[in-house]
């Protein structure tokens, strides 16, 4: 097995129209990025040893523009057909296109100015970076044209194109907690079970946790117990590749009871089951449940 990258994307193209965008959700979803390298340089960071924890079945993704020192378009093409037919690596060139309109729009409104014309209008340094990358977009075998993109469906063409199975996957989460020792930071989604009958307030269920089986079979006597998990699972269902889909690398499910124990842990456990079965790697996390308990802020059942 290889410890070098296989797949190669050179992402270039007019400058505004879009290379950081792509580069930041490349990296996003798992792939390695290197912005403005001297192209000479690429065969030495091709052979150099992958970072610590990645595979060969990493891609590489880099990007250079006028910015780019050494930025000779032929001598660039010739140089990547020779790596490609030496190294048997798919190297591809990815070329973002825009109307000259809408990047003097662009220059416009965000006040920066263009790296080929410091000292002029900025349609000047897109005519001349036109003529100069002219070959390169000739040579590309992809090409997007972001004139009516924005930021977002730009990055969603390119995790439509260039996403890879096993590459930035989602992690889910699934984390029971109790509200007496506060929400859990970064929940997506939090859902309360304190509408559940309470297996604190029955002695032999006390000790135990929402891992034992009677406690899990007390929860689930709960009338309103059957509809209402159904229902969340239903929705995390529905929401989790809503949140992969837009690029979010982490998704944490948060399920609370008072203490973190018994509902919270048993309801979050059959939610992972449920996703498990659907597909979903669900890590389980149990804040909660080892944690002393804290009978005072234990709310007792209601007099009949």
């Not at 079945?57 to 057909?81: C, H, K, N, W, Y």
């Not at 079965?277 to 002393?292: K, Y």
Request: with cysteine; net charge neutral; aromatic share 6%.
């Amino acid at each position: 097995m290889t410890d070098r990258p296989q797949e190669v994307l050179l992402v270039t193209g007019l400058s505004g129209a879009g290379k950081s965008t792509v580069l930041k959700t490349l990296e996003d979803m798992g792939w390695e990025t290197v912005d403005n390298l001297p192209l000479p340089l690429l065969v030495r960071l091709l052979d150099a040893p992958m970072p610590e924890g990645t595979s060969g079945s990493q891609p590489l993704a880099v990007g250079f523009g006028a910015r780019t020192r050494d930025l000779v378009p032929e001598r660039i093409i010739a140089r990547m057909e020779a790596l490609r037919a030496a190294h048997g690596r798919d190297v591809g060139l990815l070329f973002l296109d825009c109307s000259d309109a809408e990047l003097e729009r662009r220059y416009s409104e965000t006040r920066r100015r263009h790296p080929l014309a410091l000292d002029r209008p900025a349609r000047d340094g897109i005519t001349r970076e036109r003529e100069l990358l002219a070959p390169l977009r000739d040579w590309a075998n992809r090409l997007i044209d972001t004139t009516d993109l924005g930021s977002n469906e730009l990055a969603g063409e390119i995790r439509g194109t260039f996403g890879h199975e096993g590459l930035g996957e989602t992690t889910l989460q699934v984390l029971s907690f109790g509200f007496s020792r506060g929400l859990p930071r970064n929940a997506d989604l939090v859902f309360d079970m304190r509408f559940l009958r309470n297996p604190h307030w029955v002695a032999e269920l006390r000790p135990h946790t929402g891992l034992d089986p009677d406690v899990a079979a007390y929860i689930a006597a709960d009338p309103a117990y059957e509809e209402a998990v159904g229902r969340i699972e239903e929705l995390v269902g529905l929401l989790v590749p809503r949140y992969r889909a837009e690029g979010k690398a982490y998704v944490t499910v948060a399920i609370g009871c008072t203490g973190g124990k018994h509902r919270s842990v048993h309801v979050a456990q059959r939610v992972a089951g449920w996703l498990r079965e659907r597909g979903f790697s669900p890590t389980i996390v149990h804040r909660d449940m080892a944690t002393a308990p804290q009978d005072s802020f234990q709310s007792p059942p209601a007099r009949r």
